[in-house]
């Protein structure tokens, strides 16, 4: 099997062990400030890992739920088994299963999966983006006045005083709308479709933009540090545009 075979097999099917707990009683447990685990986060984790072992027993693993293991110098598989568990136990239906393979520090491939709307957006590295098969583009739309934006607001963030309630509001002026919805990996891919125009993440660990990252850019969106520099998995936060409105939303959170 190939890497996109094996990737899909296994997002397809830890999607689907998630979707048969969405709205059942769970054992959840918190995270401090990373919020909180669920048993469906580690049956997922658990049915990717197996599958990616299976098919490729030397390669490396860095997952959410569970401490990195080293592996081949060559491969390193990124996995998020649910992104958005916050949203999953309290059965609000936004939610999605990330896996991404790295070649030597650079992702080559990513694939996100929305269990309940039935949604796969994969990309391969110079391959162009696809959802459930479909090439898909970035929005044409160049005015942050006709823009939807979304953005995150990690909570212990928004306890302290600084600048995460003054770019909220600075968003909210300059775009059409601003919304919050829970999973970085889904909001990454709204814009790749085309459903968003931006996303703004002052905060994220590498499983929650590595697959959703490389789909956005192979669908022809930008993306880079909040400050417009260059985006990597290492730099803990992000800016996610259709590329036309990128500089004017760097300019309204100046």
């Known amino acids: 099997m190939d890497f996109k075979e094996v990737a899909t097999k296994a997002a ?5 062990a998630v979707r048969e707990g969405f709205g059942r ?22 049915i990717i890992k197996e599958e990616i072992r299976s098919a490729f027993p030397g390669h490396g693993i860095l997952s959410e739920e569970s401490p990195e293991e080293k592996g081949s ?5 990124i996995i998020d088994p649910l992104d958005g568990t916050t949203n999953y136990s309290h059965s609000f239906p936004h939610f999605s299963v990330s896996i991404a393979l790295e070649e030597k520090g650079q992702v080559v491939l990513g694939v996100v999966f929305d269990p309940l709307r039935d949604e796969l957006f994969l990309a391969e590295a110079g391959k162009g983006a696809r959802l459930n098969g479909k090439a898909i583009h970035v929005s044409r739309t160049g005015e942050l006045g006709k823009s939807l934006l979304a953005s995150d607001f990690p ?11 003054r770019d909220f509001a600075a968003l909210s002026r300059k775009a059409q709308a601003l919304r919050r919805a ?4 889904l909001e990454l891919c709204y814009v790749a ?3 968003l125009e931006g996303y703004r993440n002052p905060r994220f660990h590498a499983w929650d933009a590595a697959a ?12 880079t ?7 990597s998995l290492d730099s803990g936060e992000c800016l996610a545009t259709n590329g036309l409105i990128h500089e004017r939303v760097l300019e309204a959170l100046a």
Do not use: C, H, N, Q
């Open 12 to 16: 397809l099917k830890a999607g689907a």
């Open 25 to 46: 009683p769970l054992s959840v447990e918190s995270k401090g400030v990373e919020g909180v685990v669920t048993e469906s986060d580690f049956l997922s984790e658990r």
């Open 73 to 77: 110098l060559t491969y390193r598989w």
């Open 155 to 165: 909570k212990d963030l928004a306890a302290k005083e600084g600048g995460i309630f």
């Open 182 to 185: 829970g999973s970085a990996a």
């Open 193 to 195: 479709a085309g459903r």
């Open 212 to 223: 959703g990252s490389l789909v956005l850019t192979e669908a022809g969106g930008m993306i």
């Open 225 to 231: 540090d909040l400050e417009g520099g260059p985006f």
